[in-house]
């Protein structure tokens, strides 16, 4: 679900590659023959960054914090609250805004996977990734997320920890983001500053 944090390590590659790194957490097996070969792999790097962060030790220490009750979803926070850090991070540079339209007529030119596809148009409607930055609507998007969980919503019992919890969130990010930053970012090409 952080879908800022896959996209601006994603956005040296194609606009397919980018739509696989947004679309992959709605694309279920390892047999991706039916994508075109740039959104394979696309899906496939989103997976190795998911891998790697979720094999990092600084988010064990982060899910370590977190009630006992909420720990089987607090990944789907942890990494929501990441967009959330990164979208302060990156501020309103023309980078990021132009990384933000760019992902928006992506994803509204390819049609997103079944999971994905009513949450997809929302997305981009709202404009999540510039109101990641904004921390109340990251925890209201943390408990729609867990509405559509079945069950009782954990994700949104996590929100008070979450905001108890926000300066060390915050010192993980710092600690986290710029490793997975130097090892899986794709490298820039200069096509991306480039009008579509």
């Not at 990441?82 to 990021?96: M, N, Q, S, V």
């Amino acid at each position: 679900m952080n879908f800022l944090a896959h996209a601006w390590l994603a956005r040296g590659g194609s606009d397919d590659f980018l739509f696989g790194n947004l679309i992959a957490d709605g694309v279920k097996g390892p047999n991706l023959s039916s994508w075109p070969a740039d959104v394979a792999s696309g899906i496939r790097h989103h997976r190795r960054v998911d891998a790697f962060v979720d094999a990092h030790p600084v988010v064990a220490e982060a899910l370590a914090r977190v009630p006992r009750g909420q720990r089987r979803v607090a990944g789907i926070a942890l990494d929501m609250v990441w967009d959330h850090f990164l979208a302060r991070r990156l501020g309103l540079e023309t980078e990021r805004s132009l990384l933000v339209a760019r992902c928006y007529r992506v994803l509204e030119t390819q049609p997103a996977p079944a999971r994905l596809a009513t949450m997809m148009p929302l997305l981009v409607h709202q404009d999540w990734l510039h109101r990641y930055a904004d921390f109340r609507f990251t925890c209201n998007a943390v408990a729609g997320i867990g509405r559509r969980l079945s069950g009782p919503n954990r994700l949104e019992q996590l929100v008070p920890w979450l905001e108890t919890d926000y300066d060390r969130l915050a010192d993980d990010f710092s600690r986290l983001w710029p490793s997975v930053d130097r090892a899986l970012c794709v490298p820039l090409d200069a096509s991306f500053f480039s009008p579509p």
